[in-house]
Nanobody, 124 residues
Framework: QVQLVESGGRLVQAGGSLRLSCAVS????????MAWFRQAPGKEREIVAA????????YYADSVKGRFTISRDNAENTAYLQMNTPKPEDTAVYYC?????????????????WGQGTQVTVSS
């Protein structure tokens, strides 16, 4: 079975930096395109960033563009989300997801595999 485990979530001051990791096991990592979603209390889950199987293309939500960077290391079977200058509105549970689709998907349904989530809290 495919398992995704996120790590790196913590309390961070606004303007700081944070890096989330998603370790994938059970299948060949390069088989999947990857994405990060987040869900704040009382709000719907939303796309944060996505990256293709080879890392040649990516997508960012307008709210994080220029601040966050999604990347992957296929040799290490790990995806990352680098969060620079986080804001209080970035506070949410962040989820890693994997899809078989070749292209970048920006909605949740195409992703059959999900991690358990990691809490990110940004204080002002």
């Amino acid at each position: 079975q495919v398992q995704l485990v996120e790590s790196g979530g913590r309390l961070v001051q606004a303007g700081g930096s944070l890096r989330l990791s998603c370790a994938v096991s059970g299948r060949t990592f390069s088989t999947y395109s990857m994405a990060w979603f987040r869900q704040a209390p009382g709000k719907e889950r939303e796309i944060v960033a996505a990256i293709s199987k080879r890392g040649s293309s990516s997508y960012y939500a307008d709210s994080v563009k220029g601040r966050f960077t999604i990347s992957r290391d296929n040799a290490e079977n790990t995806a990352y989300l680098q969060m620079n200058t986080p804001k209080p509105e970035d506070t949410a549970v962040y989820y890693c997801a994997a899809s078989f689709r070749v292209g970048v998907s920006t909605t949740a349904p195409p992703y059959p595999y999900w991690g358990q989530g990691t809490q990110v809290t940004v204080s002002s």
